[in-house]
Nanobody, 118 residues
Framework: QVQLVESGGGLVQAGGSLRLSCAAS????????MEWYRQAPGKQREWVAT??????????DSVKGRFTISRGNVKNTVYTVYLHMNSLKSEVTSVYYC?????????WGPGTQVTVSA
């Protein structure tokens, strides 16, 4: 079973930047695609960005131009995906979740809290 763990969340002032990381392990198969979602208090989880092997990433309109998704090199079957977030606004305060698909099955991390103060 694939395990995903997010890190890098925290409290940041509006206009600041943050980089989230997600480490995925537990499989000998390729984890593809890898994605970021977020869920604000009282709202449904929403898609943020997707990256597949060989692609530069796809983004929700609300984050285009401010967020960048990227993948690190695979090391010892550990896959890493990042979410670089710039020009943060208070409305992006959410729990951010990483997901990865292996053989058609999606696994999720427990999430990391991002809080943007006005």
């Amino acid at each position: 079973q694939v395990q995903l763990v997010e890190s890098g969340g925290g409290l940041v002032q509006a206009g600041g930047s943050l980089r989230l990381s997600c480490a995925a392990s537990g499989t000998i198969f390729s984890i593809n695609p890898m994605e970021w979602y977020r869920q604000a208090p009282g709202k449904q989880r929403e898609w943020v960005a997707t990256i597949t092997s060989g692609s530069s990433g796809n983004y929700a309109d609300s984050v285009k131009g401010r967020f960048t998704i990227s993948r690190g090199n695979v090391k010892n079957t550990v896959y890493t995906v990042y979410l670089h977030m710039n020009s943060l606004k208070s409305e992006v305060t959410s729990v951010y979740y990483c997901s990865g698909m292996v053989l058609g099955r999606t696994s999720w991390g427990p999430g990391t809290q991002v809080t943007v103060s006005a």
